[in-house]
């Protein structure tokens, strides 16, 4: 018995040069590009959509094209990359253009055998990993990030996803409760001379890494937890003790 080729210290069987764990994820691997390939092929030709961004769109100043750019080469790539290892396995049925993707994945897993036993089998892993990866995260975009405030231990900014409980100093990378953050930035709060309307202030709080909807201030007006200045504003300092209050109660 050999090591596994790439270098994880297990040991292959008999000819082989992946070991078990690696030739397992291999399978997966392809298995999942075959799966995934129609869908990405249907967001490439803008047939299905995924949210790819955040921010405003601009007026296009031509016509737009039928398809996405990105999505599209990362088709091209993984097609050529198939039909890479349709050659390699001995299957050349796999080059000919009207042999689809998804065909190719079935047919290699089939063939399987043959990818374990060429010497490059963990250049293979690693770049059949890297298309899949690749299309995953294009169909499932990860959530955008916000800035939760500043880190208590360095004074980096800490960034997480809009509705986790931890996120990641930038500087330090230490991973943080977002309470934690929150305090700091209660303080600095509280001295804020900043006024607005309920949807400004959820805003600034937005902000600072606090999620405190409109909808939630408002109801603390109705309820005369809050009281408006005449001119109908309100001050951010004062959502201060209710900010606290919530967060030590669940208070809505």
């Known amino acids: 018995m050999k090591k596994c080729s790439r270098l994880d210290g297990n040991r292959t069987i008999h000819g082989h040069r992946l070991c078990l764990q690696c030739e397992q994820s291999m399978v997966a691997t392809i298995r999942d590009i075959g799966n995934n390939y129609t869908a990405l092929l ?11 961004d955040n921010g405003p769109r601009a007026q296009a100043a031509e016509a737009p094209s039928p398809i996405r750019s990105g999505a599209w080469e990362l088709c091209c790539e993984a097609e050529q ?3 890479l290892v349709a050659l390699a396995i001995g299957w050349r049925q796999g080059l000919e253009e009207k042999t689809t993707v998804p065909l190719i994945c079935r047919k290699t897993l089939e063939r399987i055998e043959r990818l374990f036993l060429v010497a490059d089998a963990a250049q293979w892993f690693d770049d059949l990993s890297d298309i899949s990866e690749r299309i995953q995260t294009m169909l499932e975009p990860p959530e955008p990030l916000v800035a939760f405030g500043a880190c208590p231990a360095c004074g980096g900014v800490v960034w997480g996803a809009a509705n986790a409980d931890y996120g990641d100093c930038a500087q330090c990378a230490s991973r943080i409760h977002r ?22 202030l959820s805003r600034a709080c937005a902000k600072a890494g606090i999620r405190l909807p409109a909808s939630t201030i408002r109801s603390w007006i109705r309820r005369g937890r809050l009281q408006p200045e005449s001119d109908g504003s309100l001050q951010l300092s004062a959502l201060v003790p209710l900010l606290q209050q919530r967060a030590k109660t669940g208070m809505k």
Do not use: F, N, P
């Open 42 to 52: 249907l967001v490439a030709t803008k047939q299905a959509s995924v949210h790819m």
């Open 179 to 200: 309470c934690a953050v929150a305090d700091r930035l209660l303080a600095k709060l509280s001295v804020s001379a900043v006024r607005g309307t309920a949807s400004e």
């Open 81 to 83: 990359q198939m039909r």
